[in-house]
């Protein structure tokens, strides 16, 4: 049986609820405290987030999680491929913090453009 607070179960509910675009379940993800950095954002806070970056969900024809591993102080590193609409697909990690059930911090780091196999 799963732990729906362990940090992998709230990444793996935080990306469904991005693909989904339901909002209201991607806000009982988010802490009050919650803070979002990618190399086009530099630690904005939970209602910057859920302006700017969680509509844009659009964008992907299909996202994967291809590694959730679970790590020290609550944090999972994610591996995430994704295909765009333009069929350009590439791949992200993301370092994911959690503290009692709620996403406190996300850290993204960007890859570059992955070939087709």
Known sequence: MSD??????VVRAAFAAYSAQDRPAMERLLAEEF??????????DRAAF?????????????QELLDVVP?????????????LLT?????NV???????????ETQV???????QE
């Open 4 to 9: 729906p607070t362990a940090p992998e179960d």
């Open 50 to 62: 859920l302006d700017v970056c969680f509509p844009t969900a659009d964008r992907f024809r299909s």
């Open 35 to 44: 803070v979002f950095t990618s190399p086009q954002d530099d630690h904005i």
């Open 94 to 104: 993301e370092v994911m913090t959690v503290r009692d059930g709620r996403l406190v």
């Open 71 to 83: 790590c020290d102080g609550g944090r999972a590193f994610v591996r995430c491929e994704y295909e």
């Open 87 to 91: 069929g350009e697909r590439h791949r």
């Open 109 to 115: 780091y960007f890859g570059g453009r992955f070939p």
